[in-house]
């Protein structure tokens, strides 16, 4: 399994920034991690992207962060960190950490508990 803890999220002025950390804790018949993102929910709506990035580097952004927001990736570490710039109070929402991981047989997802981006003056 992959276990995602989350790091990162707090209160923010629009136009701050902030960095969000995750990390997967991968045991028992894990092969890898292939792929990793941040999604979010804002009060009112359904889950959307954010953000993933592939264990080679590849990145996909919704259109809505695509030049404010940064996502990196530490393999070695199976760590992922979202730096999010020129915030605004539609940014506010709960974020959570998923992965894409791969067993001999299947592909298994897993998310985060999450945690609450707040942007407010």
């Known amino acids: 399994q992959v276990q995602l803890v989350e790091s990162g999220g707090g209160l923010v002025q629009p136009g701050g920034s902030l960095r969000l950390s995750c990390t997967g804790s991968v045991s028992g018949s894990i092969f890898g991690i292939e792929v990793m993102g941040w999604y979010r929910r804002a009060p009112g709506k359904q889950r959307e992207l954010v953000a993933t990035?592939?264990?080679?580097?590849?990145?996909n952004y919704a259109d809505s962060v695509k030049d404010r927001f940064t996502i990196s990736r530490d393999n070695a570490k199976n760590t992922i960190y979202l730096q999010m710039n020129s915030l605004t109070p539609e940014d506010t929402a709960v974020y959570y950490c998923?992965?894409?991981?791969?067993?001999?047989?299947?592909?298994?997802?897993?998310w985060g508990q999450g945690t609450q981006v707040t942007v407010s003056s």
């Open positions: 990035i592939t264990r080679t580097g590849s990145t």
């Open positions: 998923n992965a894409l991981a791969r067993s001999i047989v299947s592909g298994l997802n897993y």
